[in-house]
């Protein structure tokens, strides 16, 4: 790979990167301002914050969202794999079925450990 | 496109490890939970079986050779032996387990499982030759431990063990990785052939090297990477304990005598140097600490330290012989220290939530009630403490001549002084064990668990005989 | 049974060892006893069988060598010369009678007694038959272990504390030379002794192969100032453990000093044999004057053994026939003597529970064969002429004479000493009214102390009358040695 291969990078970067600040910026600069309290209260759903924000909530959220993160990322592997498919041919099923069999088994301990349970 | 040539033959008792370690996992979830007490032991069962079949496998492998993978693993006679090592470890531990761990969990699957994935990131990290491949069989063995030392869930020390091994374990890591990039940076390269081809010198391949080294040691308890050490050895269930201070230690000398052999390009003077140093500062440092300990098994952690020292000793002779004495002591250590662990965690009382330490008094007059029990701990004390004829004397003695044969006396005298000064503390428990009284606390009836039992003669048979009958044939492994 | 041929030497260092082992086959206390009494008694019978074709010529007979290890060329290799032949014989004839000994006053975990004992005995004849460095190693350190044990279990009074210094001191002593074996090997290759004393080490080696070999021997020996251990580990050890340490395990310094450090660094032994003279009178004396103060008869015995131990290594420092053939001849005489004594002191103490020479007095009256045989091993120890004390002794004082008329005159002082030490235990046990009520009815010696002593006393007389039986194998032995070493040192 040469420098020369990173173009096409440094031309999204160069593009993506104004887009953004220009997004952010122009509307506080654009936009009309009439700050008052309740305005400036931390947003809860339309209610009225009553406590500090930063207090215990229940474990399955984070249950939820570790295992959200584990499948997730995981799928990440079927984009390549599926690009390639044609390359690697009945090997790469194979290969697959393996990372997904595995997958399988976690998700099967999950489920009789009752992590999917909320209550 | 090509496509890899992948030769599974090769890593086959390390994909019989984690094959059982997923079986392990879900084992019992499969089975009602209200099983007969056979089934309760099924993950147990299950593990042993996987864990001989995979040692099985490694012996009748043959004479194995080449590299798999694309060069990222290696099947060669080092890795053979570590793969017997650990797997003689895993196994000896395993027996442990089976009777200590209904004490503190109900959560047999996940802990055997665990168990397995931590003996397949070592029987991967002896056969990676390929920087990213050792990172993440590090890790793998490295993870399933964290977990694996704070088991002991209502137990407050068990807890610090696990998060206090977790962020220096995390932060070792960190060091290992920017060693590799290092090595990356100088040769572009990350299998360890092509590095050692590439013959490039400089800042980068010695700084790279010095990060290895302080990242494996910090695996290897080495002194002054060893902090977590004492407690993580003593707050983790003694099981783990056992089989962790033997097989880590083992998976770790390979890969670092894979790495040094890597970074054929730096001085063999400078990193044999840091290493003799490292080594006679871990086990100095070791004895002196294990002297003061009032709980058996934080001595048996300071030992395990002391016994990093020496393990070194063969590493900095830096020839075929050092590191063929190194495999010998690690066969000889995996007896002596997991027999050690093995009858202290018979000595542990089980409490309401958790398994309570043995002081160093724990085994006060066993002579009197378990004869046999206390001959052998008195076996694998004096064979730890190097005294002939028995397993540890034959360890010792190879490892010092390697030392001397390179140039090295000084560190052999250094060895041999640092044992003597080991006979003091491990002497202690064998005066308490005939010569004293029983101690109140010790009066409690002792469990004494079919499984337990077997491997502490196991362990027992290995101490005595090791030394004497593997002598003949054992030569010439690493060459 | 061809003799040539047979592995004679095997047999009698693993007999006990097996013997050890078939100790399990029995459960009764009384079974266990007589199977160690018949197997040290067969190892003796085994031993003997060296003797009748032996060739006087100073050469290592009944040699075995099997090969064993394979990284390292360290071999099973056995060997007997004129050297050790006494000292295999003085542990094979010991063995039986302290197993005789401890008929009847070891009463608890009577099979781990016997079963050390025996592992002992082995590991004691493999120190002296082994001509390989390592083995020779193995043995050596392994002879702690036994009598660890020994010493803490079944001793008296601070027998722990005395356990664990006698280990660590002799350990610690030992350790270091295991580094200079190495460092032999790998300059000559070989671990083998009889390759190694041709072998013509450089002279740095030399040096320092003697410091660390004999600070591990003269610490076993124990020479002054390595003598601290001794007095608490005799004086603590059950009476059987008291009489192998001094009979035998403390005869294991002298003989490394003849087989390693002579022959092995001739160069360094003539820089050394100085001081190991001074140490050797100096021990001398110390021990004698301190053996004169002791109000415990075992302590007196003790310290007196540190003395006699002088004039051994007083004979070793003489590096001449007579004084290397008296080194010898002393060790055993000292082992068969001093062994002797240990053992009355502990019939008393049996008796008495007690060894505190104020406690007695007037013993000769209750107990006339006890007295009678005690003045007779008093004698022996002291050196009257006829017994064996006086051979050993005189043959020492004209070596050292030979070298230098002081050393023998200091010697000669430390003689009139020991006659005063012993006769003066005599005194207290022996003369004297019998006034303390507690030994008004102390029995005599029964039939089996008389046979435990019997064979002792028979040895007294037999080296003290026929000292040629014996000299006339030591010395080709020796000549040997000053053969090769002699030169060097200018002798």
């Known amino acids: 790979m040469t420098s020369a291969d990173y173009l096409p990078i440094l031309i999204l970067i160069l593009i993506a990167a104004p887009f953004a600040g220009i997004a952010i910026l122009l509307p506080s600069v654009l936009g009309p301002k009439n700050p008052n309290r309740m305005k400036q209260e931390a947003i809860e759903s339309g209610m009225i914050p009553f406590a500090d924000a930063r207090r215990r909530f229940p474990v399955q959220y984070y249950m939820v969202a570790v295992l959200f993160i584990i499948f997730d990322i995981e799928v990440i592997f079927l984009f390549p794999w599926a690009v390639s498919l044609n390359q690697l041919k009945i090997f790469g099923l194979i290969e697959m079925g393996v990372f997904l069999g595995i997958l399988l088994i976690g998700y099967l301990y999950v489920w009789k450990k009752g992590a999917f349970e909320w209550e | ?479 | 049974m061809d003799l040539t041929t047979f592995p004679l030497l095997s047999l009698i260092l693993w007999l006990p060892v097996l013997g050890a082992l078939a100790l399990f086959l029995f459960a009764d206390a009384r079974s266990i006893r007589v199977t160690a009494l018949v197997v040290t008694l067969l190892d003796f019978a085994a031993s003997l069988l060296l003797l009748p074709r032996w060739t006087p010529d100073g050469s290592m007979h009944y040699q075995e060598v099997l090969a064993w290890a394979a990284g390292l060329d360290f071999r099973y290799h056995l060997g007997v010369d004129g050297i050790s032949l006494w000292l295999v014989l003085l542990t094979t004839l010991l063995g039986p009678i302290v197993v005789l000994f401890s008929w009847r006053n070891v009463t608890e975990n009577v099979r781990s007694f016997f079963f050390l004992l025996l592992i002992q005995q082995a590991g004691m004849l493999g120190v002296f038959l082994s001509l390989d460095l390592i083995l020779f190693f193995i043995f050596w350190e392994f002879t702690l272990i036994p009598m660890y044990f020994l010493i803490g279990q079944w001793g008296s009074g601070r027998r722990v504390y005395a356990a664990t210094k006698f280990f660590l001191y002799t350990m610690a002593g030992s350790a270091l030379m295991l580094v200079v074996i190495l460092l032999l090997y790998f300059q000559t290759g070989s671990f083998n002794w009889l390759t190694l004393k041709e072998a013509g080490l450089d002279r740095t080696l030399q040096f320092w192969g003697f410091l660390t070999f004999a600070l591990a021997f003269a610490i076993k020996v124990p020479m002054f100032p390595f003598h601290t251990w001794l007095p608490d580990a005799h004086v603590e050890a059950p009476t059987a453990g008291s009489v192998i340490l001094a009979g035998v395990l403390l005869k294991m310094g002298v003989y490394g000093f003849l087989r390693f450090c002579l022959p092995l660094f001739p160069q360094a032994t003539a820089i050394f044999l100085p001081w190991i003279a001074g140490l050797a009178i100096v021990g001398i004396l110390y021990g004698s004057l301190t053996a004169l103060v002791q109000k415990d008869v075992k302590s007196l015995v003790a310290y007196s053994s540190i003395a006699h131990l002088g004039f051994v290594m007083l004979g070793v420092a003489s590096m001449n026939e007579q004084g290397l053939s008296g080194a010898v001849l002393q060790s055993v005489n000292h082992g068969l003597s001093t062994g002797a004594l240990f053992l009355m002191v502990g019939m008393i103490y049996d008796r008495r529970h007690t060894r505190l020479l104020a406690e007695f007095g007037g013993l000769w009256r209750q107990m006339p064969v006890y007295s009678a045989l005690f003045m007779v091993v008093v004698m022996a120890s002291v050196g009257l002429p006829g017994l064996n004390g006086f051979v050993g002794e005189f043959t020492i004082l004209l070596g050292a004479f030979r070298v230098n008329p002081l050393w023998a005159a200091l010697g000669t002082l430390g003689v009139i000493l020991a006659a005063w030490y012993l006769l003066a235990a005599v005194r207290g046990l022996l003369h004297g009214p019998l006034d303390n009520p507690a030994n008004q009815h102390l029995a005599d010696l029964d039939r089996r102390e008389v046979l435990v002593l019997a064979p002792l006393v028979l040895l007294f007389f037999l080296i003290g009358l026929f000292p040629a039986l014996f000299f006339d194998k030591i010395t080709p032995a020796v000549e040997l040695l000053l053969r090769d070493v002699g030169p060097v040192i200018g002798r």
């Open chain 2, 1 to 479: 496109m090509s496509l890899p040539t992948l030769d599974f033959s090769l890593i086959l008792p390390e994909l019989v490890v984690l094959i059982t370690a997923l079986l392990v996992l879900i084992a019992d979830l499969l089975w009602p939970r209200a099983a007969s007490r056979g089934r309760e032991q099924a993950p147990a069962v299950l593990a042993l079986a996987g864990l001989i079949l995979a040692g099985l496998l490694t012996l009748l492998a043959g004479e194995w050779s080449g590299a798999t993978l694309q060069g990222m693993l290696v099947a060669d006679a080092l890795a053979r032996y570590l793969n017997l090592v650990v797997l003689l470890a895993a196994a000896l531990g395993l027996l442990l387990s089976w009777s200590y761990l209904p004490h503190f969990s109900t959560q047999r699957s996940e802990y055997y499982a665990l168990y397995l994935l931590a003996v397949a990131g070592m029987l991967f990290l002896g056969k990676s030759i390929e920087l990213i491949t050792l990172f993440v069989s590090l890790e793998i063995l490295s993870i399933a431990l964290y977990v694996l030392t704070g088991f002991h869930r209502g137990q407050l020390a068990g807890g610090e063990a696990a998060l206090k091994y977790f962020l220096l374990g995390a932060f070792s890591s960190g060091f290992l990785l920017y060693g590799a990039a290092l090595f990356y940076a100088a040769t572009g390269a990350t299998r360890l052939a092509d590095i050692a081809a590439q013959n490039a010198g400089g800042f980068y391949m010695l700084a790279g090297l010095a990060l290895f080294l302080v990242g494996l040691g910090f695996k290897l308890a080495v002194a002054p990477f060893h902090m977590w050490a004492p407690d993580a050895y003593q707050g983790a269930p003694t099981p783990v304990t056992a089989f962790m201070s033997v097989g880590t230690k083992a998976a770790a000398l390979v890969a670092l005598f894979r790495v040094v052999q890597a970074a054929g390009s730096v001085p063999v003077g400078v990193w044999a140097t840091a290493l003799a140093f490292l080594s006679l500062l871990t086990m100095t440092l070791g004895n002196l600490a294990a002297l003061r300990q009032s709980s058996l098994k934080r001595m048996l952690a300071y030992s395990s330290i002391a016994h990093a020292g020496y393990l070194l000793v063969g590493v900095v002779a830096g020839t075929a012989a050092g590191f063929d004495a190194v495999l010998f002591y690690l066969f000889a250590y995996a007896f002596m220290n997991i027999g050690a662990f093995a009858i202290a965690s018979l000595l542990e009382r089980p409490g309401f939530y958790a398994v309570q330490d043995a002081g160093i008094h724990a085994a006060d007059g066993l002579f009197g009630r378990r004869p046999w029990l206390a001959v052998a701990m008195a076996m694998f004390m004096l064979s730890l403490a190097g005294i002939p004829p028995l397993a540890g004397f034959f360890g010792k003695l190879y490892l010092f001549a390697a030392a001397v044969e390179s140039g090295w006396a000084w560190l052999a005298v250094a060895g041999v002084l640092n044992s003597v000064i080991s006979a003091y503390y491990y002497l202690r428990v064998v005066v308490g064990m005939f010569m004293a009284e029983p101690s109140a606390s010790a009066h409690l009836r002792l469990p004494l668990p079919a499984s337990a039992t077997l491997a502490v003669a196991l362990t027992a048979l290995g101490t005595l005989l090791f030394g004497l009958l593997a002598t003949p044939w054992f030569q010439g492994i690493s060459r």
